[in-house]
């Protein structure tokens, strides 16, 4: 069973993303967790007002959550999904850090709005992306309830240390019957992908036999958006510990909007350093074409 914690705001954009994971992950059995984190209350006689506000902000919305678990009980056309709920106090990062590392969760998603500014939904929303120790689901507000068809793998192969990183992905695209595609962006300092790094990742993602794309941009970034700018593509996998799809220019505290509003739904995969290399691969000569 798949565990999926849902972080909602109840805006339109983290419902749009709640939908989105239901489709994702509707071949599958999962368990769907929904949280919702409100202000911590204040202490000390100054607070009283505060404490008064934030305990009918956590009944209503504990209220709301269970009202939306009953009805998704009963609107459920797939039996493999389960719902609970959690309404938590405290600062948002720091409860979604908590949970994750008390509870083995699959995946996290989350739906930001471009123009919020607190909390996980706002501007420190790319914590969640290169500080969370889980894999992460980005679903921008307008992506479409469709079908996955189109998935384009973004990475940086050349520095891929373990392949089972990839487990999910290529779980989803063997289930979903999905096209994968491999995107190599060659930058001016991009490393060399060598014959045996090749076979190893190729040699993991079989029977899946993906589309190479290998694009020259002078960053990453800039690569994959102009990709993203060509071709229809419905999912965006990334590794951050190797590139990053977001960054702050030297003295400029302003942090780059597309790590957490993604031109498509962007899941990023959890790399927790471990190597699963081979100390030898044999017959080079089995691959056809390049990364």
Known sequence: MKKILVLTDFSEASQNAFSFVQSFFNKTTADFHLLYV?????????????????ARLATSSANHL??????????ATDEGHTFRSSTLPGNPFEV??????????????????????????GNS??????????NVLVVPTHAPLRPIYQVVLAIDFANLKNSKLLSLLK???????????????????????HPEQEIYIRQFLDPIEPDVTRLPAPSAKEGIDAYLAEHSVDLLVTIPRY?????????????????????VPLLTLFDDGSNDLPELVADLLSVDGTL
């Open 66 to 75: 269970q009202r939306m678990v009953a009805d998704l009980r009963q609107q």
């Open 243 to 263: 590139k990053s799809l977001a960054s702050t220019p030297p003295g400029d505290g302003r942090t780059h909007m597309q790590a957490y509003t993604p031109l």
């Open 125 to 134: 929303a790319i914590s969640l992306v290169h500080e969370l120790k889980a």
């Open 96 to 121: 979604v850090k908590h949970l994750v590392k008390t509870e083995a969760y699959d995946l996290v998603a989350i739906g930001p709005q471009q123009n919020e500014n607190g909390g996980l939904f």
């Open 171 to 193: 779980e989803f695209v063997t289930l979903k019957a999905a096209l994968l595609t491999l995107l190599t962006i060659k930058t001016p300092d991009s490393s060399i992908i």
């Open 38 to 54: 409100y202000p911590a209350q204040a202490e000390g006689f100054n607070g009283i007002k505060h404490n008064a506000e934030s």
